[in-house]
């Protein structure tokens, strides 16, 4: 991706060849894309619930129909390994079903403990909501805000990241050919002062971003200013704790998925693995053998697991910052490499032996390296779990229902997950603490964000 004076420019991450170029929006192409979005909000708030979830279920279907011809898209443009690109496919399908069902009594009156029933509260929708999206899952990170917005009533406004525009126009085909009126669901190929133009402008009801704690920094604060609500899903650097009672062999399973999945570019994912001290050599042992075992290549070799890096930008951040955390003391079991050639692959890393104050503990590494940390009991891995800026999930795997419901009750994050690895899904909801953000997505909760809840009550005297 090369971010231009003029221009998006996509590049294909395995090839390092120019896929795609598309101009910027201009002042007044991102003003005709605000109208749009308004006049589909004026129309789309008078469609009944029933009608909005009937549409959103033909979404998933077009989308199951189109599924392989995305799934490829999202391959050619980020470099995500085919079979978990026609997963994010599916599962971006499965969503809209799941809003269309479930949705519509979410939004029902809500009645109250006021006496007789004269004060009920009802779900109404805000308008349009301007959406800025980032290119690691470039299908779900768009529908899992998109379904229970649009179900809500309101329209929704797409600025997506410059490298995955093919992804953002296949999107906005799809609910087209879905029969969602146009404007309800659209799409701008907007710069920094474009996000901004759309923030101030006051047809824009509220902000929704998923990306950096930079990214989230700056938008969250024109945001403010503007008086606007958003919902910032943000960075995070989740731990990974294993207690001596811990199963092994799941244990091991878990964390390559949950660290590798996506060549490691995921928010919601083990980065610091914690271990207690008993079974901290042979979990090493373990899962520094089932890491090596990872194939990597071309992504659309379904036999590989790990592809390259979306950018090379970022893939010498990643490897900067694994330079620097040997430096400080680290210990090197795997990897550490950027592979020569076109494409963007860094070798699946493993480091051990990392402190807390190593630069691969506090900082978030974004791409297919784990740190290993060893605790010296329950108790200092719970401390080292929470000493971070970042708060989005944690897994934690041990045999005992004590040890889970004291870790849940006390890790500062939005998730814990017990003998499994973190996963965001429709029935419950998704988000953080701290500088990993604020706000809800899925579940009522995500779909209750960007309503207006509103007292209705009557003779009040």
């Known amino acids: 991706m090369n971010l231009s004076a003029t221009q998006a420019v996509s590049v294909n991450p395995t090839t390092g060849e120019t896929l795609s170029s598309l101009p910027w929006a201009s002042e007044q192409q991102v003003d005709s894309a605000i109208a749009l979005a308004e006049r589909g909000y004026r129309q789309w708030r008078n469609v009944s619930v029933a009608a909005r979830a009937a549409a959103l279920r033909k979404v998933g279907s077009v989308m199951r129909d189109r599924g392989e011809a995305l799934a490829q898209m999202i391959s050619l443009e980020m470099g995500k390994p085919i079979a978990q690109a026609r997963g994010e496919v599916a599962k971006s399908a499965n969503l809209c079903d799941w809003y269309a069902e479930h949705g519509p009594a979410m939004l029902n009156t809500e009645a109250t403990l006021v006496e007789d029933n004269k004060a009920v509260i009802e779900y109404r929708p805000m308008g349009a ?14 529908l899992r805000g998109a379904v229970p917005i649009l179900l809500a009533g309101n329209s929704y406004l797409l600025k997506h990241a410059p490298n995955v525009l093919g992804s953002a126009a296949m999107i906005g085909e799809i609910f087209a050919a879905a029969g969602v009126p146009e404007g309800v669901f659209g799409w701008v190929n907007a710069t920094n002062d474009g996000v901004s133009q759309m923030i101030n402008d006051p047809r824009i009801a509220a902000v929704t971003v998923t990306g950096s704690v930079r990214a989230g920094k700056a938008i969250g604060a024109q945001a403010g200013a503007a008086l606007k609500k958003c919902v910032l899903e943000l960075g995070g650097s989740d731990p990974f704790i294993v207690l001596n009672d811990a199963d092994l062999d799941e244990a091991v399973k878990a964390a390559v998925i949950g660290r590798y999945q996506n060549t490691g570019q995921v928010c919601a994912a083990a980065k610091r693995f914690i271990v207690e001290a008993g079974i901290a050599a042979a979990f090493t042992q ?9 194939k990597m290549g071309d992504p ?34 795997l990897g550490a490499e950027k592979i020569e050639g076109a494409g963007n692959y860094y070798a699946p890393t493993v480091l051990g032996n990392v402190t807390a104050e190593m630069t691969g503990f506090r900082e978030e590494l974004f791409g297919p390296v784990a740190t290993i940390t060893e605790a010296r009991d329950a108790d200092h891995a719970l401390a080292l779990a ?19 419901r004291r870790f849940a009750d006390e890790l500062e994050c939005g998730g814990v997950f017990i003998n499994g690895y973190c996963a965001s899904d429709a029935r419950v909801a998704f988000g953080g603490v701290k500088k990993s953000g604020f706000g809800r997505e899925l579940s009522h909760f995500g779909l209750h964000e960007f309503c207006n809840v509103q007292t209705v009550w009557r003779d009040r005297r």
Do not use: C
């Not at 909501?129 to 768009?142: D, E, H, K, R, T």
């Open 300 to 333: 659309r070799d379904e036999q590989n697991y790990i592809g390259p890096m979306a950018r090379f930008d970022l893939r010498d951040e990643l490897h900067e910052q694994v330079r620097a955390t040997l430096k400080e003391g680290a210990t090197l079991l």
């Open 386 to 404: 929470n000493d971070s800026e970042f708060g989005l999930s944690a897994t934690v795997y041990t045999a005992s229902e004590t040890q889970a």
């Open 129 to 142: 909501i301007l959406a800025i999206m980032p290119w690691n899952f470039p299908v779900w990170q768009v």
């Open 286 to 294: 373990k899962f520094v053998a089932a890491v090596a075992a990872l």
